[in-house]
C-alpha cells in the first residue's frame, strides 16, 4: 500500500527575492518563508540584515525589489501601521516606549479609549489590566510611568503593547537582552502559547542556547542573503559561526596566560548608601578581573562610581602605590588614565548624531587639531579607518551617522574611542551585550591583546561562562558587597552562585532582586 506524502504546510509570510541597498547592498534576492504555529530564528553577525528585513516586514523601510504575501495574499505595507492592520506586530531591540506616559497609555497608545475628545481612563485601564495578566504582568499597575520601571519591565511592556493587537505575525528583535531568567521564561512561556494558537514568530537573536530552546528554525544571514536554513535542534555553535562570518572561529575566547604585573588600580572602602558598602579590591597591569553577581548586586555602580559618573559617600581610588584620586567626574577619571565602557551606549557614550569617525576619537580630538582650531581632518580619517579595520566594524563610511549603526557595531565604535585613547585602566561594563557571536570573537581577542600590553581590565557581565573564560579572577558582589575573590583554577560555577546569593541569604528578596545570567 503506498503512503501519500505529506505537504510542506504553506507558509503564513512568504518573501521573494527582496533587495535593499543604501550606499551598498543590505539585502540581496533574499527569500524567507514563515509557517503559521512556528517560531523562526534569524540570525547573523552586525550588518548582516537582520533588521532590515524586519523592518520591510513591519512598513518601516520600503525593499527596492521584491515580493511579499501574506496568508496567500500580496502583502505590501507601506507603513508601521499598515503592518499592524494586517495583523503584523514588531517588538524593537530598542524601546519605542513614550516614557512620560503611563504603562496602559503605552499599550494602546494608536487606539486609546475615548469619547468626545477625551479619554476613557476606566476603560483604558481595564484593557491595560487585561493585556498586562495574558503575559503574566498582573502585579505591574498600568498607572505606573514607563520611566520608572526597570528595562526589563518596560521590555515585557513593548512586548504586550504588541499583543494587545490582532497578532497574525510577531517579529521580536533582541527580546530577551535585558530581562531576567525569570522574565525570560516569563515571555518564553507566552511565545509557546502564541505558537500553539497559529502564530508565526520571526525571532531575531545571537542566544544560540535560546535559539535552541525556543525556536523550531534557524535562518543564517551573510552580508544580506540567506546562507543556511535548519532545524534549531540540529544547531551547533561553531557551524553557525561559520555560516555567519564565512570561516570557521577556532579557540571562540582565545584565552591566553596573562602575566600580571603591579597593582594598577587600587579601590578601598567604595561606599554608597545601601548599593556600595566597603567595596575593596586591587586590578594589577596585564590581569583582566571580572564582577559577577545578580543583577542590581553593585556591579554597575562600583565601575560608575570608579569613574566619577556617580558620587560616593566613602571610599579611595588610587592608581597603582600613588596618592587617592581625586575624582569628581568622568574627565577627572580620564585624565587619571581610566577609561569606561557603559552598559547602556546610547545614552551614556555615543553622539548618535554624529560620525563614527568623530565617535572614535573623541577622547583624544585635541591630539588632531592644527593651527589651535581647525581638525586635521586626514589624520583623524587615517586613525578611525585603522580602528575600523581592527574591530570590523561595519559601516557605509566613518561619515555615518553613529546612531545608523547596528548596536552591536555602536559597541565597537565605542571601544574603539578607548582603544585610541590608550588608557592604562578600562572598566568594561556588559562589553559584548546585544553583540553577535562573530562580534563577541573579536571583542574577546581586543580584551586579550589589550591584556597582552600590560593594561588592567575589569569586566562586568552577566554572562558567567564569559566571565569564567576571560578573566584571571573573579570578584562575586552580593547586595552591595564585594564577598569574595576566585582565582583562575579556584572558582566553579555553583560556587560563584552561591558567593552571589550569601547577601540574600534569610532576607526573603533573592526572587525579586535578579540573577546570574546563564546560571
Not at 516606549?97 to 479609549?113: I, K, R, Y
Not at 498586562?132 to 499597575?141: F, K, R, S
Not at 552580593?478 to 552562585?497: C, H, K
Request: proline share 4%.
Amino acid at each position: 500500500m503506498a503512503i501519500a506524502n505529506v505537504a510542506e504546510p504553506l507558509p503564513l509570510l512568504r518573501v521573494r527575492g527582496v533587495e535593499k541597498r543604501y550606499a551598498a547592498p543590505v539585502l540581496t534576492d533574499l527569500d524567507l518563508d514563515l509557517r503559521g504555529g512556528e517560531i523562526h530564528a534569524l540570525m547573523g553577525a552586525n550588518g548582516a540584515g537582520k533588521s532590515t528585513l524586519s523592518r520591510i516586514v513591519c512598513g518601516l523601510t520600503t525593499p527596492d525589489r521584491g515580493t511579499m504575501s501574506l496568508g496567500g495574499e500580496p502583502y505590501q505595507p507601506h507603513s508601521r501601521r499598515a503592518a499592524q492592520r494586517a495583523g503584523v506586530q514588531l517588538v524593537m531591540q530598542e524601546l519605542n516606549l513614550v516614557p512620560t506616559l503611563s504603562v496602559a497609555e503605552n499599550l494602546f497608545l494608536t487606539d486609546l479609549p475615548g469619547r468626545f475628545g477625551f479619554v476613557a481612563v476606566a476603560a483604558l485601564l481595564a484593557r491595560a489590566v487585561e493585556a498586562l495578566t495574558a503575559l503574566g504582568l498582573n502585579e505591574l499597575d498600568p498607572r505606573t510611568a514607563v520611566s520608572r520601571l526597570g528595562i526589563g519591565q518596560q521590555q515585557l511592556v513593548a512586548l504586550a503593547a504588541a499583543l494587545a493587537h490582532p497578532c497574525r505575525v510577531l517579529v521580536l528583535d533582541e527580546p530577551t537582552a535585558a530581562l531576567t531568567s525569570a522574565e525570560i521564561e516569563l515571555a518564553f512561556a507566552h511565545l509557546r502559547r502564541l505558537r500553539a494558537a497559529g502564530t508565526a514568530i520571526l525571532y531575531i537573536s545571537h542566544r544560540l542556547e535560546e535559539i535552541r530552546q525556543i525556536s523550531d528554525r534557524i535562518t543564517v544571514l551573510r552580508d544580506g542573503r540567506v546562507v543556511a536554513t535548519q532545524p534549531a535542534a540540529d544547531a551547533a555553535l561553531d557551524e553557525i559561526v561559520r555560516l555567519m562570518v564565512g570561516e570557521r572561529a577556532v579557540g571562540a575566547l582565545d584565552q591566553r596566560d596573562h602575566s600580571p604585573g603591579d597593582v594598577a588600580l587600587r579601590v578601598e572602602g567604595l561606599t554608597r548608601g545601601k548599593r556600595l558598602r566597603n567595596v575593596s579590591f586591587e586590578v594589577r597591569k596585564g590581569e583582566i578581573l571580572g564582577l559577577a553577581g545578580l543583577v542590581g548586586s553593585g556591579r554597575t555602580e562600583t565601575v560608575r562610581a570608579i569613574f566619577g559618573a556617580d558620587r560616593t559617600h566613602a571610599g579611595r581610588v588610587s592608581r597603582g602605590p600613588g596618592p587617592p584620586l581625586t575624582i569628581a567626574g568622568p574627565k577627572d577619571a580620564v585624565r587619571a588614565g581610566i577609561g569606561m565602557i557603559p552598559e547602556d551606549r546610547k545614552e551614556q557614550a555615543l553622539l548618535l548624531s554624529q560620525p563614527v569617525r568623530m565617535n572614535m576619537t573623541l577622547a583624544v580630538l585635541p591630539a588632531f587639531v592644527r593651527r589651535r582650531w581647525w581638525i586635521d581632518d586626514a589624520r583623524e580619517l587615517r586613525a578611525a579607518n585603522e580602528l575600523r579595520l581592527r574591530l570590523d566594524v561595519r559601516s557605509h563610511s566613518l561619515n555615518q551617522r553613529a546612531g545608523e549603526l547596528s548596536g552591536g557595531n555602536q559597541q565597537k565604535v565605542v571601544i574603539a574611542r578607548w582603544l585610541l585613547r590608550e588608557c592604562d585602566v578600562l572598566l568594561f561594563d556588559e562589553p559584548t551585550r546585544g553583540i553577535d557571536v562573530a562580534a563577541k570573537i573579536a571583542v574577546y581577542r581586543v580584551l586579550n591583546e589589550l591584556a597582552a600590553r600590560g593594561k588592567a581590565l575589569v569586566v562586568v557581565s552577566s554572562e558567567l561562562a564569559e566571565l569564567m573564560a576571560l578573566c584571571d579572577r573573579i570578584a562575586v558582589m552580593s547586595a552591595g558587597r564585594l564577598v569574595t575573590t576566585f582565582a583562575r583554577g579556584e572558582w566553579s560555577e555553583d560556587a560563584i552562585v552561591a558567593a552571589a546569593f550569601s547577601e540574600y541569604a534569610g532576607r526573603g528578596d533573592t526572587a525579586r532582586r535578579g540573577r546570574v545570567d546563564s546560571c
